[in-house]
């Protein structure tokens, strides 16, 4: 799910084109009558592929057999058009009655247009069913504006053969220890990491949690309010990441390489041509689309922690998505929503693999060993922080991806990757 | 009546006109100057593209922004390379092949699709055809390089040799367009004047250097004039290949403008940066168009002017 959202440049030029040039006929706006009794509502999610397509009809056709007067138009589109249909809509002020949403600054940026409704009071104790970690991209100055339907989270994906043969025989647990497993990899004629130098957004996972390492959450929380990006933490992240870039342990070619296309990071690591990578819970059905993929061989650790760092090596970051409600919804909207996220129910969309549990002890509803790790991981986490280019504004999110890029390939020194993030948070 | 009639007559004809002009117009002004126009307004505002009109007046900000950035000033000097590759190896190739297609020789038409076929392709499929072709680690380019023992390069992935990969996609799918220009060119020469050459003993070079080559310059002139436009807007197969990366070392001014107006949303800076673009063209257009194409203009406007 995460590659196409992140997918080509091309897809979202298209799309933008198509979205531009699309009918609005079947926008959201028409279906506010409640008082009638009958009552429409209209559901735009990203829900066009299997098994999530599947599921989301029946859930759909239960929940209309138990509320015979609410219909629920669900409207699916592909991530990247999704996201252009929705800012098309966004900008001529209106907003669906139920939307997909990934929180962070887009969501902020609505909210402030004022179309977005607040749920803090319509949800009560059902908020207190969600996980912190969850719920975090969506809350706002303490108001929350979208319920959790699906999180994930980013760490190292490994090969056990690959260590095995460099004799490693434990997953690192501290940066120092996985610097000599990177050296010890190296010397054994693997090549330890692959990274998609081209797509800049897996690199950035690198800074940002070298950062969360050294710094704490506090340090990025307080940088994205202050817009101040030089301090010590992220500055000492830029030199790790830089002195692990000097030891050469990325695929040969790598800063022309994708995430998901042939020979591209998931294909490498899929095929086993390197020892690791790190990536989020998409990883392992990328790696079996992309190559070959690995079966039991695949193995999970967390970013490991930096020795005097503030951060604490259960502190995760990632992302999911969840759903928001238009300001001018009719309250059947929220029922819908509830019904999606009750127990049972959420439970069944976690079982067919296509989402990961958002809600507390849901844990035990995962099928696939992978994603039951990072749903152990994410339980068990500590802090969440959400992915950096989605939770700050669009300008500074990039600013981090391209400055990290170059800090990789050796052409900006960490100072200047902190006082050009600095900068262009300041010109927001 | 006799004064009425022509006037009425000449303001049907001009209703006439106007009405068969007015979609064009229409079309042109919406879709063409409007846009234009507000790139020029857009850019000496602040603005995310967002809720309406720019409101965030900023003057000239986004200008001296755009001209002290390193980034855009590596944009103008890797046009510049492109610029000069095109004309100094690109056009000759071009001028070569088309000499050479225009010789009796067996299969030449077929030679001619040929080579024309890469300029009927898509941006887009080229440049996936070469991303695989030229990929560091099983690209056909390198498998054939390892048989004159050639050291597998890098080619996208490198800072150092990014540029001539995109130069060699470039030339693969531009020559045959020049080619086609120059062929058409060749043969709009009389045979009398090659003939009469040979006649009074002139070699194959020097029928080509003294008669050929000059009267193909109105060809050549607007053969490099088409490469050099082309070389300040190239987008396409830059932005599918490598992105502008790594780290901007293939950008071009496009890729710049596309960066900051549709991923990170700064549009009115990235409207200065068209602005610019704009007037590099423009300038170079005008004085082009002044005084190295005045000659060909001359031949067809003056004569017109004289005849009316």
Known sequence: ?428 | MKTTRPRSLRLRGFTTILLFLLPALVLFFGLVVAPILLAFYASVFKWNGMRGLPTDFVGMANFTRVLADEVFLGDLWRGLLLIILSVAIQLPLSLGIAMLLNQKIHGRAFFRLLFFAPYVLSEAITAVLFMMILSPTDGLANYILGWFGVDPLDWFADPSTVMMSVFIVMTWKYFGFHMILYIAGRQGIPRELTEAAQIDGATGWKTFRYVTLPLLGPTIRISVFLSVIGAIQLFDLVWIITGGGPSHSSETMAVTMFQFGFKRFQVGYASAISVVMFFISLVFALFYQRYVMRRDLEGASTVLRDQR
């Not at chain 1, 647990?173 to 004629?189: N, R």
């Not at chain 1, 996972?205 to 309010?225: F, P, T």
């Open chain 1, 1 to 428: 799910m995460k590659l196409s959202r992140r997918g080509a440049a091309l897809l979202a030029a298209s799309a933008l084109v198509l979205g531009g040039c699309g009918s609005t006929g079947n926008d959201a706006g028409e279906s506010k009558s409640s008082a009638g009794g009958k009552v429409t509502v209209e559901f735009w999610n990203i829900w066009t592929t299997d098994p999530l397509k599947s599921y989301g009809a029946q859930a759909i056709k239960d929940f209309q057999a138990k509320h015979p007067n609410i219909t629920i138009k669900s409207v699916p589109y592909e991530n990247e058009a999704f996201k252009a249909k929705l800012t098309t809509l966004t900008q001529s002020g209106k907003a669906p009655d139920i939307f997909q949403t990934w929180g962070g600054g887009v969501l902020g940026q609505q909210v402030d247009a004022g179309l977005v409704k607040d749920l803090s009071a319509d949800t009560g104790d059902w908020i207190g069913t969600f996980t912190d970690a969850a719920l975090s991209a969506y809350q706002v100055e303490g108001k929350t504006y979208a319920i959790p339907d699906d999180i994930g989270m980013v760490g190292f994906w490994y090969n056990k053969a690959l260590f095995k043969k460099a004799g490693i025989a434990e997953p690192p647990g501290t940066w120092s220890e996985f610097v000599d497993d990177v050296k010890k990899l190296k010397a054994a004629g693997v090549t330890p990491i692959a990274l998609a130098g081209k797509d800049k957004w897996p690199g950035h996972y690198y800074w940002a949690y070298l950062s969360m390492r050294i710094g704490g959450l506090d340090a990025l929380k307080q940088a994205g309010e202050s817009k101040d990006f030089t301090g010590p933490a992220f500055v000492e992240a830029g030199q790790k990441l830089k002195e692990l870039a000097a030891l050469q342990p990325f695929q040969k070619g790598y800063l022309g390489a994708t995430y998901g296309d042939p020979g591209g990071q998931a294909a490498t690591m899929g095929d086993g041509k390197a020892a690791m990578e790190l990536m989020g819970q998409w990883a392992p059905a990328v790696q079996n689309d992309a190559g070959k993929g690995l079966g039991d061989d695949l193995g999970f650790f967390p970013f490991p922690a930096v020795d005097g760092g503030k951060g604490a090596v259960t502190d995760a970051f990632g992302g999911g998505g969840g759903f928001a409600i238009g300001s001018e919804a009719p309250p059947e909207a929220i029922e819908f929503l509830k019904f999606l996220t009750e127990s049972t129910e959420h439970r069944k969309a976690v079982a067919t693999g296509g989402l990961l549990p958002v809600l507390k002890g849901e844990e035990d509803a995962v099928t696939d060993p992978n994603l039951s790790v990072v749903a152990k991981n994410l339980a068990g986490a500590t802090g969440f922080q959400l992915y950096l280019d989605q939770a700050y504004p669009p300008a500074v999110g990039q600013e981090v991806n391209d400055s990290v890029a170059q800090l990789i390939a050796g052409t900006k020194t960490p100072e200047q990757v902190a006082q050009a993030i600095t900068e262009t948070a300041k010109s927001e």
